[in-house]
């Protein structure tokens, strides 16, 4: 049997409120409050961050680079390792 192609791999992760951040963009404010992490056919992983407008309503769906911090870096960490774990032990189709 010819090797499974798997094209992506993704997780959604809530950023806890102690590591949130603010950015802008097109001129509006921005609270990121997810981090959506792939990975990559190499293995390494890839994170953006998302949120909505601070001046509230629902926004544009942009992606936000995730600043260079140690802490964010366990979080990314942290939770593919544990989606890792997650799929390890999934029961099959409903």
């Known amino acids: 049997m ?33 981090l959506n992490v792939r990975l990559l056919p190499d293995g390494h992983l890839a994170v953006k961050a998302y949120g909505r407008p601070t001046a509230g309503g629902r926004g544009a769906y ?3 680079p995730v600043p260079d911090s140690p802490e964010l870096s366990a979080l990314v960490d942290e939770a593919a390792t544990r989606a890792g774990e997650l799929w390890a032990a999934h029961r099959g189709l409903r």
């Open 2 to 34: 010819s090797q499974l192609e798997v094209s992506a791999l993704a997780i959604n992760v809530t950023i806890p409120e102690s590591l949130r951040w603010h950015d802008t963009r097109r001129g509006e404010e921005f609270a990121l409050t997810t």
């Open 62 to 64: 942009v992606s936000f």
